[in-house]
């Protein structure tokens, strides 16, 4: 039986709330393509939704193309997975999908793997964007492509160097601007202070996601053959859904971007469907967001089960969140809630953004708006891929959206600059909503004063839920230099250790 939903749309995200009591009929097997390397999680992954079953998988024949080299150690749970030893390499033998490739080791045992525990063993030039070409004749071709963000890196004229040359025209007027890639005395290598890496293929792939220093991310690589490599879709039909295995309960909400429905797929799995509106971004922006969300798998992640590309509206497919946007909830519940659940809830948050961390993904909107409550009231980070919307120097998105300032540090304010510790500062205020019951940060002053206070030293007083080493944890993270503020792992830590 279903009863009343709602999802509201909040400076660029979607936000769910819902009562209702409906069989969900999803499968009892767990979808195996979400664990992730690190640290023991305290919660039970078997509360994870499983998408429908996957078509049966085809074998095929060992190619020796790839070969690459485990990063985290990965135990086979079912009879076609493969484990993974760290630092051992394998030999892919077939990309299936994004996520999932078949892999050999060295002893022959054959089977999957997920893609993101292994790093690929490749050269520089194997790589699509490496061009064997002039800064002149890579000036020609990212002016003919006039993308956004359309790069290339090339070999420079000093022997064993290379060159990144970026187009960009978000300031107004085009312009190309070229980067060395230059390497530390421990062999680091570097485009930006402070953003080393051990390999240049790390390096573009760490700067495909966030400018730091550039002019812009690096968005689309310019291949050899003078085009542009990537394309407004995906190499797979494992993600992309047919709408006619989608049905459409009710509609729950619309906002800035479109209309969120609550539905079914294939009439086994409860999911919300979000329809982009016409004319609101383009087909390559809406890609983005779900190559961004695909590529992020954990249990604190609002999980993307797929997208429709192939009619109009386009859409994407995500878990369902029963108990809807976490400000809501602590509006309508936190005065019942422990103080157990509050602490629980910083530390699910804390999870995700650490996993966020590690894989040099910036959230830049990290608010309890952006975060939902599943049934079993487990809170994940939602709208991380919104992030893909945001120009690099500026907080505005392609159609605009209003500036967090309540949640923003220093930094952001005055010189738009965004890190992980940026996000580290929004999760201390994240915490401070948790235990203030969903109250509105700095609630009596404009941003204005908000900009003048902080800048100040002025800090958001101590909730009233919160005991003093919880508030001496969220102080932490508003430290007015971002390396004064601890790393969401070590934040983690503290947290854990508050619970013991």
């Given at each position: 039986?279903?009863?009343?939903?709602?999802?509201?749309?909040?400076?660029?995200?979607?936000?769910?709330?819902?009562?209702?009591?409906?069989?969900?009929?999803?499968?009892?097997?767990c979808?195996?393509?979400?664990?992730?390397?690190?640290?023991?999680?305290?919660?039970?992954?078997?509360?994870?939704?499983?998408?429908p079953p996957?078509?049966?998988?085809?074998?095929?024949?060992?190619?020796?193309?790839?070969?690459?080299?485990?990063?985290?150690?990965?135990?086979?749970?079912?009879?076609?997975?493969?484990?993974?030893?760290?630092?051992?390499?394998?030999t892919?033998?077939?990309?299936?999908?994004?996520?999932?490739?078949?892999?050999?080791d060295?002893?022959?045992n054959?089977?999957?793997?997920?893609?993101?525990?292994?790093?690929?063993?490749?050269?520089?030039?194997?790589?699509?964007?490496?061009?064997?070409?002039?800064?002149?004749?890579?000036?020609?071709?990212?002016?003919?492509?006039?993308?956004?963000?359309?790069y290339?890196?090339?070999?420079?004229?000093?022997?064993?160097?290379?060159?990144v040359?970026?187009?960009?025209?978000?300031?107004?007027?085009?312009?190309?601007r070229?980067?060395q890639?230059?390497?530390?005395?421990?062999?680091?290598?570097?485009?930006?202070?402070?953003?080393?890496?051990?390999?240049?293929?790390?390096?573009?792939?760490?700067?495909?996601?966030?400018?730091?220093?550039?002019?812009?991310?690096?968005?689309?690589p310019?291949?050899?053959?003078?085009?542009?490599?990537?394309?407004?879709?995906?190499?797979?039909?494992?993600w992309?859904?047919?709408?006619?295995?989608?049905?459409?309960i009710?509609?729950?909400?619309?906002?800035?971007?479109?209309?969120?429905?609550?539905?079914?797929?294939?009439?086994?799995?409860?999911?919300?469907?979000?329809?982009?509106?016409?004319?609101?971004?383009?087909?390559?922006?809406?890609?983005?967001?779900?190559?961004?969300?695909?590529?992020?798998?954990h249990?604190q992640?609002?999980?993307?089960?797929?997208?429709?590309?192939?009619?109009?509206?386009?859409?994407?497919?995500?878990?369902?969140?029963?108990?809807?946007?976490?400000?809501?909830?602590?509006?309508?519940?936190?005065?019942?809630?422990?103080?157990?659940w509050?602490?629980?809830?910083?530390?699910?948050?804390?999870?995700?953004?650490?996993?966020?961390?590690?894989?040099?993904?910036?959230?830049?909107?990290?608010?309890?708006?952006?975060?939902?409550?599943?049934?079993?009231?487990?809170?994940k980070?939602?709208?991380?891929?919104?992030?893909?919307y945001?120009?690099?120097?500026q907080?505005?998105?392609?159609?605009?959206c209003?500036?967090?300032?309540?949640?923003?540090?220093?930094?952001?304010?005055?010189?738009?600059?965004y890190?992980?510790?940026?996000?580290?500062?929004?999760?201390?205020?994240v915490?401070w909503?948790?235990?203030?019951?969903?109250?509105?940060?700095?609630?009596?002053?404009?941003?204005?004063?908000?900009?003048?206070?902080?800048?100040?030293?002025?800090?958001?007083?101590?909730?009233?839920?919160?005991?003093?080493?919880?508030?001496?944890?969220?102080?932490?993270?508003?430290?007015?230099?971002?390396?004064?503020?601890?790393?969401?792992s070590?934040?983690?830590?503290?947290?854990?250790?508050?619970?013991?």
């Amino acid at each position: 039986m279903i009863q009343s939903n709602h999802y509201i749309f909040c400076c660029c995200c979607v936000v769910q709330s819902s009562h209702m009591d409906m069989d969900e009929g999803r499968s009892s097997k767990c979808f195996q393509w979400q664990f992730y390397p690190g640290r023991a999680h305290r919660v039970d992954r078997s509360r994870r939704r499983s998408p429908p079953p996957p078509p049966i998988e085809e074998d095929y024949e060992d190619h020796g193309l790839l070969r690459v080299v485990a990063m985290y150690d990965f135990i086979a749970i079912e009879d076609t997975d493969l484990t993974l030893h760290k630092g051992e390499e394998y030999t892919i033998l077939h990309k299936q999908t994004q996520h999932r490739w078949r892999a050999q080791d060295r002893m022959g045992n054959r089977g999957f793997i997920p893609s993101n525990y292994v790093m690929e063993k490749i050269s520089v030039d194997a790589n699509l964007w490496c061009c064997n070409i002039s800064r002149t004749e890579a000036e020609q071709i990212l002016r003919q492509e006039d993308k956004e963000g359309g790069y290339v890196v090339r070999t420079s004229s000093q022997q064993g160097l290379y060159t990144v040359s970026v187009y960009s025209k978000t300031v107004g007027f085009s312009c190309i601007r070229h980067y060395q890639i230059k390497h530390t005395d421990s062999g680091q290598f570097f485009l930006a202070e402070k953003h080393t890496f051990g390999s240049i293929p790390e390096v573009i792939s760490y700067h495909q996601h966030n400018a730091a220093g550039l002019v812009t991310r690096l968005r689309y690589p310019i291949g050899p053959m003078k085009r542009c490599v990537s394309t407004a879709g995906f190499s797979t039909e494992k993600w992309e859904i047919e709408p006619s295995e989608l049905t459409f309960i009710n509609e729950v909400g619309s906002g800035q971007f479109g209309v969120v429905w609550m539905g079914m797929w294939r009439r086994q799995l409860k999911v919300a469907i979000k329809a982009v509106k016409e004319k609101t971004m383009c087909d390559e922006d809406f890609v983005e967001e779900a190559k961004v969300m695909m590529r992020m798998n954990h249990p604190q992640l609002v999980q993307l089960y797929g997208v429709c590309l192939r009619q109009r509206p386009l859409m994407l497919v995500t878990e369902f969140m029963d108990n809807g946007c976490l400000l809501n909830f602590l509006h309508q519940r936190a005065r019942v809630v422990g103080g157990e659940w509050l602490l629980s809830t910083c530390q699910d948050i804390c999870q995700g953004m650490t996993y966020l961390e590690r894989h040099n993904y910036i959230h830049r909107d990290l608010a309890a708006r952006n975060c939902l409550v599943d049934h079993q009231q487990h809170v994940k980070v939602s709208d991380f891929g919104m992030t893909r919307y945001v120009l690099d120097n500026q907080y505005t998105s392609s159609i605009g959206c209003k500036f967090p300032v309540k949640w923003s540090p220093p930094e952001v304010l005055h010189y738009s600059k965004y890190s992980s510790k940026s996000d580290v500062w929004s999760y201390g205020v994240v915490m401070w909503e948790v235990f203030s019951e969903g109250q509105i940060p700095f609630q009596h002053q404009s941003n204005q004063e908000v900009v003048e206070n902080i800048s100040r030293g002025v800090r958001l007083y101590r909730p009233h839920r919160a005991t003093a080493q919880i508030y001496n944890t969220m102080y932490q993270c508003w430290h007015e230099t971002p390396q004064g503020r601890p790393s969401f792992s070590e934040l983690l830590e503290q947290l854990n250790n508050l619970e013991d």
